[in-house]
């Protein structure tokens, strides 16, 4: 069995050298099982953490970056990339909160047809990925967000997204959309 100390040196080798984020199964590929990786991983994150460097987890895949405070030092001047439409925001949002979902899922949220370049945009960004299909008549296609979504917008895992009194503290919600809300919490009780 490798030693504590070369466990995690070992990581921090194949995770550098790495092209893209690892999951553990992957890792296993280059070090074996004998290694614990769940404690070798803590170790590496505790020892970066604070650096200009740090080992993190996202999703289920990990991988080394520059500290958030010091991501400014290496940013340059770069062509800036066109605008979200309101259709993709809303499309990519109902995706991350109700995923898997299929496209009528998405209409029927939104309230209002999506058009397949709008499911294309976020596919080209990275963001969203087909996730099977539904096992339904017809057989629908599934969409769900990738680690590229979590790397971008800065989130371990789904969980961390806002919840509805997160947005509505940080004045993202519309009255017209608190409304509606309400009158949906309403008609629930209605209902049972």
Request: net charge negative; hydrophobic share 45%.
């Given at each position: 069995?490798?030693?504590?100390?070369?466990?995690?040196?070992?990581?921090?080798?194949?995770?550098?050298?790495?092209?893209?984020?690892?999951?553990?199964?992957?890792?296993?590929?280059?070090?074996?099982?004998?290694?614990?990786?769940?404690?070798?991983?803590?170790?590496?994150?505790?020892?970066?953490?604070?650096?200009?460097?740090?080992?993190?987890?996202?999703?289920?895949?990990w991988h080394f970056q520059t500290a958030?405070?010091?991501?400014?030092?290496?940013?340059?001047?770069?062509?800036?990339?066109?605008?979200?439409?309101?259709?993709?925001?809303?499309?990519?949002?109902?995706?991350a909160y109700h995923e898997p979902v299929?496209?009528?899922?998405?209409?029927?949220?939104?309230?209002?047809?999506?058009?397949?370049?709008?499911?294309?945009?976020?596919?080209?960004?990275?963001?969203?990925?087909?996730?099977?299909?539904?096992?339904?008549?017809?057989?629908?296609?599934i969409y769900a967000t990738t680690p590229?979504?979590?790397?971008?917008?800065?989130?371990?895992?789904?969980?961390?997204?806002?919840?509805?009194?997160?947005?509505?503290?940080?004045?993202?919600?519309?009255?017209?959309?608190?409304?509606?809300?309400?009158?949906?919490?309403?008609?629930?009780?209605?209902?049972?």
């Amino acid at each position: 069995m490798t030693p504590p100390d070369e466990e995690v040196r070992a990581i921090e080798a194949l995770l550098f050298a790495a092209e893209a984020p690892m999951t553990t199964s992957e890792m296993r590929l280059y070090l074996g099982e004998d290694i614990d990786l769940t404690r070798a991983l803590a170790r590496l994150e505790a020892a970066y953490a604070g650096r200009g460097v740090e080992l993190v987890r996202r999703g289920d895949r990990w991988h080394f970056q520059t500290a958030a405070d010091l991501a400014h030092l290496l940013r340059r001047e770069r062509a800036d990339s066109r605008r979200l439409s309101r259709a993709a925001i809303e499309t990519l949002a109902i995706i991350a909160y109700h995923e898997p979902v299929s496209r009528a899922e998405i209409e029927a949220i939104r309230g209002v047809q999506i058009s397949k370049g709008t499911l294309d945009v976020l596919m080209e960004a990275g963001w969203v990925r087909p996730a099977g299909r539904r096992e339904v008549p017809g057989r629908p296609l599934i969409y769900a967000t990738t680690p590229g979504f979590l790397q971008h917008f800065g989130l371990s895992s789904r969980r961390d997204l806002p919840g509805i009194d997160d947005l509505r503290a940080a004045g993202l919600l519309d009255p017209v959309d608190l409304a509606f809300e309400q009158a949906e919490v309403a008609n629930s009780g209605d209902d049972a």
